[in-house]
């Protein structure tokens, strides 16, 4: 076998490698953009949660006033 050919079979080994390199850091790009995406909505959704139960609390506590400071009376 000439060096040529060999040559030729290393860099087209070479360039497959390549080629595969590039697809799987595509796929593990896009994962990580959806991953992103995901992390990005709980996110929001846990601050919305954190909301809601400010907001209820509130209105517990401006519903029973002191109600929930005190201890109960069998102490």
Do not use: C, W
């Not at 080994?13 to 790009?29: G, R, T, V």
């Not at 609390?57 to 519903?63: K, S, T, Y």
């Amino acid at each position: 076998m000439g060096v040529v050919k060999q040559m030729d079979e290393l860099v087209n080994e070479i360039q497959s490698k390549l080629a595969f390199q590039d697809d799987a850091l595509s796929s593990l790009n896009d994962i990580v953009i959806g991953l992103q995406k995901d992390l990005t909505d709980m996110r929001q959704l846990i601050m919305a949660i954190n909301k809601r139960v400010s907001d209820h609390h509130d209105l517990i506590n401006a519903e029973l006033p002191g109600s929930l400071d005190r201890q109960p009376p069998h102490y």
